[in-house]
């Protein structure tokens, strides 16, 4: 059976006892039936993770003991900020949950001048906490410590016009894009990925864009969906660059 695995959104401690509550604790209780004396991991996503026991069980909380720190780091060396175009429902959904199992830093999603799916500020912090909350999970099954950062959805346009000298090599996919994946320097550390929602770029969008330093960059002769994209170019990227093999 493999490791039980939970994110606590709260810092953790070695050798002490701590109260599970609300969705942690449904899910060791209910859903996977977990009781005393059984076996998981915590994490707070700061790093590392901590064993822990079962001590007692009730409808509303489990009370675990707490072991030892132990600092186990599966980040990818490969720093990518993935600025993504967003998506309706359950393929943005997707795209966090994937690109958060291949190791991306840190989202930012994006509006843009195509993009079918508008948020007012109330549901944009809705969405915001919905796709942490994938993000954490895709944390607990992929073996992540650290959860990537998932900023506030804002318009492209502002994201561009406030990162100008962000760090990074730079890349916005686009069909017949000149730029290859492959061309990239052999000692990259650090990316901005941009993709596209449903629509794509507005030629505007990608003019802004390559202005500001993105390489437009090609993917084949198919134009893939936004969340294939996404999913592609970051196993791509990571495959080259960063820790898949």
């Not at 294939?228 to 495959?239: D, E, K, S, Y």
Request: aromatic share 6%; glycine share 10%.
């Amino acid at each position: 059976m493999s490791r039980v695995r939970v994110h606590i959104d709260s810092p953790l401690t070695a050798n002490n006892e701590f109260h599970l509550t609300g969705d942690p604790a449904r899910y060791v209780g209910r859903v996977l039936r977990l009781g005393p004396n059984d076996k998981l991991v915590l994490f707070d996503g700061r790093g590392g993770e901590y064993p822990a026991t079962i001590l007692s069980l009730d409808k509303n909380s489990v009370t675990v003991s707490v072991a030892g720190h132990i600092e186990r780091d599966v980040e990818s060396t490969l720093a990518i900020h993935l600025l993504q175009g967003i998506s309706r429902g359950e393929r943005m959904d997707f795209v966090v949950q994937k690109a958060t199992e291949l190791g991306v830093k840190s989202i930012t999603p994006v509006i843009t001048d195509y993009s079918v799916v508008k948020l007012e500020a109330k549901r944009a912090e809705k969405r915001l906490n919905h796709w942490r909350g994938i993000a954490a999970s895709a944390c607990e099954q992929s073996g992540r410590n650290v959860l990537p950062t998932i900023e506030a959805p804002q318009a492209l346009r502002t994201w561009l016009g406030e990162n100008y000298e962000a760090p990074g090599t730079r890349l916005i996919m686009k069909p017949g894009g000149t730029s290859s994946i492959r061309s990239l320097d052999s000692d990259l550390n650090e990316l901005i990925l941009l993709i596209g929602p449903e629509g794509g770029f507005s030629e505007a969008e990608y003019e802004l864009a390559e202005s500001t330093g993105f390489k437009a960059t090609g993917f084949g002769a198919r134009i893939l969906r936004t969340e294939t994209a996404a999913v592609a170019a970051i196993a791509a990227l990571q495959t080259l660059y960063g820790d898949l093999t």
